[in-house]
């Protein structure tokens, strides 16, 4: 590869850093050499343990205050006996880097770059030139919370693995130092498979199943429980779906252009999430303002006349680098493996930072998305009320879709954020956050469904057309205060904080059904029959907006308050206590709180590896929202849920930093509770309730379970070779209903592997990768196994060629959900130029 390439030095003040030092004395007089260059000499008492020298470098930046230049690849397999006791920056530097073999220059009041030391002939250390070069430089603000954010960016690193993340709190952890299940699906991963969405991306973590009720709509599943809550940059959580009401779901995702990485915690999250179910929580991590000037180019074009583009400009606006700037612009046209789909896309995103004090950084910004789509629907026949069809009797072809082809999904999504952070000396810092998003949508639908159960010579069906257009909105603020004392000579950590969240969502939904359509009939007429004005005026409910929810919709207050405290009871043991009190407004005008624990338990047993255990709560609060018991054509006597679903999960687990911290491993044990639980009565089959929708009555199943592991290897292998790959085992069982699974759809075993390796030598400018999805059997599928490969090269320093297949085996396979099937995409393939000048 270039060399030009592989020194892509970032910039940050607390970033990962390499290159520098044989000896303190050597250190002494090149820092001496610097005229009129004062560094920051104000002492500062450190307590850094042994080990990865990248996360003590990072720590040691955030405490002295100060910024570091850094090659980012030669911190792999470097590692630090630590520091201990107070000191100036400069000392406590050389201190912490004695031993390693690198060395560093102060070249601004608070900035130093770090370096190899050279070598002479007689064998003792010289100070070499200063080299910065252009690169995907990440720039955080001057304060504590800025560099911790930087921690967590994967940009330019070309790693497959993520050493720090926020979804395990408000700030930048490590992994390891997590004690819960957290993946982080790097920038190069995202590059690497060409990945262009929320759903595309959740695809490839380990434990989530992607089930799509079609293109546009999908559902995520973690332990067996639907997941629900997104995080963006650790925020107060928006919601992705919560089984009845889509807020953001679907056609209001998150276009994944504007995010540097995706952090998924699998588990209940009841502390930093509030409520929901005893899944898991995403947090997307935004792309921040570079240090340098960039420019950032993409061309796709792939299968299906599948075409898109990305320009990505970024870099200070002024001389200090105080005030930064960041505009992304995304465009796509594509069309669909499925007759009739397809996807029309302009996305933008920008966000300026800037550092108002030392202590005090303010950032905001906007992305606006302008979507239209025909998605397509269940490509295997809709049979209402009989579990297990699904998977039986396709009637269409792998291409068809029982979704008219007049069928269209538009939406503009508008986002705006903005978040001040302000430190307090060192160690304390206050964080601020808040964002808004706003959904208009428009659609018309239809879908045609065939009962399984028909014995008719020339079965018939039902049609369901409807229209609908929607407003939907999400606010969204979170506070929190976070700091460090010390106390019997061991130093701990505080933290709290309240977010609060207000979410409306109301549409008009004319419904056109019409009874007794034969397949023929389907086919040959409806499919095609756009319905007119004229006939949609006649549809019920025309004109009419409101719903059972009320008469402005969906409307629900969240809020709530949270603390931990972790104790360190030895140098290396943890103890972390905590809790948190939420409250909801809903609707129906109902207020309701509940307070749910956390308590977890980290062991480091040695320098590389630290066991973990945890147990955390969460709570969704459901009344009056679901329909329970008998359905009734009057809607004024159908009754709704009277109490709250509980989840508790127990998770046990043993993490390690590998090689400096350059390879990560992870295994974990969990078995979560929820009691409580609303779920679909199927003897009943769907209803259709005005103002509702179609929908499943419901019916109470006290407890479910889920248990299992999940095991994870992340990182580099070698300095060529990188890895990814990740296995779930879970079993999941409803208690009241024989030990049956929550989900008969899906599999006990799933299992993902991506790698790639970079050529030597004549070679150097190629990367080849592969790797495979594999799902296992189900009570309602087979199992499958999607296989992928990439190819980049480097055609110069400035522009890579690349080409990602997908589905290489033409594997035919089906995902599928409680009452729909839908075939994935056969063998595709994607192109990508990518420029960074």
Do not use: C
Not at 404 to 420: G, I, N, S
């Amino acid at each position: 590869m270039n060399s030009n390439r592989l020194r892509r030095p970032v910039r940050s003040a607390a970033r990962s850093l390499a290159l520098g030092l044989l000896t303190t004395t050597t250190l002494s007089i090149g820092i001496a050499a610097v005229p009129g260059m004062a560094s920051a000499q104000t002492a500062v008492t450190y307590d850094i343990a042994a080990g990865p020298l990248p996360a003590a470098l990072n720590q040691l930046a955030r405490q002295a205050r100060i910024e570091l230049i850094y090659d980012a690849p030669l911190t792999q397999g470097i590692s630090t006996s630590g520091l201990k006791g107070s000191f100036g920056s400069t000392e406590a530097l050389s201190r912490l880097l004695a031993g390693t073999g690198l060395t560093f220059r102060q070249t601004a009041p608070r900035t130093f770059t770090i370096e190899r030391a050279p070598q002479v002939a007689d064998g003792a250390t010289q100070l070499g030139p200063v080299r910065v070069e252009g690169g995907n430089e990440t720039v955080a603000g001057t304060g504590t919370d800025g560099a911790n954010l930087a921690l967590t960016m994967t940009e330019g690193t070309k790693s497959l693995a993520g050493q720090y993340a926020q979804v395990g709190g408000k700030s930048a952890e490590r992994i390891r130092e997590i004690p819960r299940s957290v993946t982080v699906l790097t920038a190069q991963e995202i590059e690497d498979k060409n990945i262009t969405t929320v759903t595309n991306a959740l695809d490839q973590v380990t434990g989530i199943y992607v089930a799509s009720y079609n293109t546009r709509t999908p559902v995520f599943y973690s332990r067996g429980f639907l997941l629900q809550n997104l995080t963006i940059d650790g925020g107060s959580p928006m919601r992705m779906h919560d089984g009845l009401q889509s807020i953001i779901n679907g056609v209001g995702l998150p276009n994944l252009l504007a995010y540097d990485h995706v952090e998924v915690m699998r588990g209940a999250d009841g502390l930093y999430s509030g409520n929901g179910d005893a899944s898991g929580t995403v947090n997307l991590v935004r792309k921040r303002p570079t240090a340098e000037r960039q420019i950032k180019f993409a061309a796709y074009a792939g299968s299906w006349d599948n075409y898109r583009a990305e320009l990505d400009v970024g870099g200070p606006l002024n001389a200090s680098g105080t005030l930064r700037a960041r505009v992304v612009a995304g465009w796509q046209d594509a069309d669909s493996y499925f007759t009739g789909a397809y996807t029309k896309d302009k996305f933008g995103y920008g966000i300026i930072e800037w550092d108002v004090t030392p202590d005090t950084t303010l950032s905001a910004g906007a992305s606006y998305d302008d979507l239209n789509a025909q998605k397509y629907e269940r490509t295997l026949a809709w049979r209402s009320g009989s579990l297990g069809t699904p998977e039986n009797l396709p009637i269409l072809s792998k291409r068809d879709s029982w979704m008219p082809e007049w069928a269209y999904d538009k939406a503009q999504t508008l986002q705006y954020f903005a978040k001040v952070s302000h430190d307090f000396g060192a160690d304390w810092n206050l964080t601020v956050n808040a964002t808004r998003n706003e959904v208009d949508s428009n659609e018309l639908y239809g879908y045609y469904g065939i009962g399984i159960n028909s014995d008719a010579a020339t079965p018939s069906g039902y049609f369901m057309r409807w229209m609908s257009h929607g407003h939907a909105n999400q606010t969204m603020v979170d506070a929190n205060l976070k700091g460090k004392f010390t106390l019997f000579g061991q130093q701990h950590d505080v933290a709290v904080g309240a977010n609060w969240s207000h979410s409306q969502a109301n549409s008009t939904n004319p419904i056109g059904g019409i009874a007794g359509v034969t397949v023929e009939e389907y086919l040959t007429y409806y499919r095609y029959a756009k319905p007119t004005k004229a006939e949609i005026a006649t549809w019920t409910n025309y004109g009419e907006w409101g719903s059972v929810y009320g008469e402005n919709g969906w409307d629900t207050t969240r809020y709530g308050f949270w603390g931990t405290l972790g104790m360190h009871l030895a140098d290396p043991i943890k103890l972390i206590v905590g809790g948190r009190y939420s409250r909801n407004d809903n609707f129906r005008d109902q207020s309701i709180g509940k307070f749910v624990p956390y308590a977890a338990a980290i062991y480091d047993f040695s320098r590389d590896w630290t066991a973990y255990a945890s147990y955390s709560e969460i709570f969704e609060p459901m009344q009056n929202i679901v329909p329970i018991g008998q359905w009734n054509e009057d809607p004024t006597k159908i009754t709704y849920s009277d109490k709250p679903t509980t989840g508790r999960n127990y998770e046990a687990g043993v993490k390690g930093d590998l090689a400096g911290g350059a390879l990560q491993a992870a295994v974990s044990v969990f078995y979560i509770e929820k009691n409580n639980v609303y779920v679909n009565d199927e003897e009943q089959g769907q209803v259709v309730i005005p103002g509702y929708g179609t929908t499943y009555m419901q019916r109470v199943a006290k407890l479910q379970t889920s248990k299992g592991f999940d095991a994870e290897l992340k990182g580099a292998l070698t300095q060529n070779w990188q890895i990814s790959a990740g296995y779930t085992f879970n079993v999941t069982k409803n208690k009241e209903d024989d030990g049956a699974p929550i989900l008969l759809w899906a599999p006990k075993h799933s299992a993902r592997l991506w790698t790639t390796y970079q050529l030597p030598g004549a070679l150097e400018g190629l990367r080849v990768g592969g790797g495979v999805r594999v799902f296992g059997n189900s009570d309602l599928r087979k199992g499958y196994a999607v296989i992928g490969a990439s190819a980049d090269y480097d055609i110069n320093r400035h522009l890579t060629l690349g080409v990602y297949i997908d589905n290489l085996a033409n594997e035919t396979y089906r995902v599928s959900t409680s009452s729909a099937a839908t075939y994935g995409n056969p063998r595709n393939f994607m192109v990508t130029l990518r420029g960074n000048y």
